[in-house]
């Protein structure tokens, strides 16, 4: 079956540091993946998608790039602000109707001013 | 709308009890999911429909769990018998079609809690 592992939180950092959350999944035939974000007291919302590889998906300075031959999709920013701290999930869609999506358990990220 | 919306946006039921939750879609977005997020997890996927029917109820962990979607646009999901295992934040999203590459759009949520 189809499965996403994203790295544990929290993760803290100051601000401006460059961030990465890690992300590798398993999945049948050729998944789309996502990346949602839940900032605090809001619902989910998409930050970025890939949907083959070597797609780079981006969003307010945002980036993540498919990458079947290690199966990731990690998340990067150069400089995070406060206002990034939020809760990150990972996802996947294989499609064919099936299983909506898969989410990884989600990374708590605090950014310290 | 502008966006999916949920009603209620908290429920507290006592167990035993029969509970409805409601989802308005964007319109004319065709697909629409249920997931169930439980605390710390990611959003785990219970039922899809398209349009009126229920293409894949794979996720639906047992069979006091029921969605409907008469006229292909407003759905319900339906828990009867309610367990305290069954609190979680339930989540309906939408998309536009229902494919690999179709963006899933979010409602804000009901919050379940079964006492």
């Known amino acids: 079956g189809n499965s996403v592992t994203q790295m544990e939180g929290p993760v803290t950092l100051s601000e401006e540091a460059f961030l990465t959350i890690n992300c590798t999944y398993t999945a049948t035939g050729y998944p789309s993946l996502f990346w949602y974000v839940q900032y605090p007291g809001e619902g989910l919302q998409l930050l970025l998608k890939?949907?083959?590889?070597?797609d780079k998906g981006s969003n307010k300075g945002f980036e993540a790039t498919y990458r079947k031959e290690t199966t990731s999709f990690h998340l990067e920013k150069g400089s995070v602000q406060v206002s990034d701290s939020a809760v990150y999930f990972c996802a996947l869609d294989s499609g064919g109707g099936a299983d909506g999506l898969t989410f990884g358990k989600g990374t708590h990220l605090i950014i310290q001013p | 709308g502008a966006g999916v919306s949920q009603t209620p946006s908290n429920k507290v039921t006592e167990k035993g009890k029969y509970v409805e939750l409601r989802c308005d879609p964007i319109?004319?977005?065709?697909?629409l999911y249920w997931y169930r997020q439980s605390l710390g997890q990611g959003p785990e996927f219970l039922i899809y429909?398209?349009?009126?029917?229920?293409?894949?109820d794979s996720g639906l962990p047992n069979d006091r769990f029921f969605a409907v979607r008469p006229e292909g646009s407003v759905s319900t999901l339906k828990i009867q018998r309610t367990e305290r295992g069954d609190s979680a934040v339930y989540l309906c999203?939408?998309?536009?079609?229902?494919?690999?590459?179709?963006?899933?759009?979010f409602g804000p949520g009901t919050r379940l809690t079964v006492l």
């Open positions: 429909f398209q349009g009126t029917g229920a293409a894949d």
């Open positions: 999203a939408n998309s536009l079609l229902r494919g690999r590459t179709d963006t899933q759009y």
């Open positions: 319109s004319g977005h065709t697909a």
């Open positions: 890939a949907t083959k590889a070597d």
